[in-house]
């Protein structure tokens, strides 16, 4: 049943993995992780952890799971990042493995709201995306080309997509 979310899914933490090692692979300083862009949450490591306790509190929510990262306030780097989202990835593998009942309600906002389980797959989906794009801004104003995070690039690096010839 759940078959149909995978490349969405996969999609989505495949580009913010690759997000992640692009900006390791860069070498940025301190000063230009902590570049805010106009309209941006914050600077690339602020938005980059943004993403993946977000996405981290998503799943956790949906899987009955723990990741205690999520709600950590110390401060981290890349490499850890990079750790913390492989770790909401299989997360989100074992999510997808089961049915999900869309229509179950989750409690959220310490009691004071209730959310179906579907909006968090919607939400993971499209919070990261928007976040995503706001750090590929920062890297553009700073003179550098962020990466390919579409699907069509995740379709050629995963061989779901091929040449006919």
Known sequence: MNEILLDAVRHN???TKRLVRFCQDQDLSAEQLQVRGVGTFGGI????????TSDGSYV????????????SDEDT??????????EAEQLWEQVLAKPIDVERVVIVDNGAHEVRAGIFVAQALNHAN???????????????????????????DTGRIWDRG
């Open 77 to 86: 780097d890349l490499r850890e990042l990079l750790v913390w989202a492989s």
């Open 45 to 52: 490591l602020a938005t980059l952890r943004h993403i993946i």
């Open 13 to 15: 933490n495949w580009a």
């Open 130 to 156: 928007h976040h995503r794009e706001q750090v590929c801004a920062i890297l553009t104003g700073l003179g550098i080309q962020p990466p390919d995070l579409q699907a069509w690039e995740y379709a050629w």
């Open 60 to 71: 956790r929510r949906l899987g009955d799971a723990e990741l205690g990262w999520v709600d």
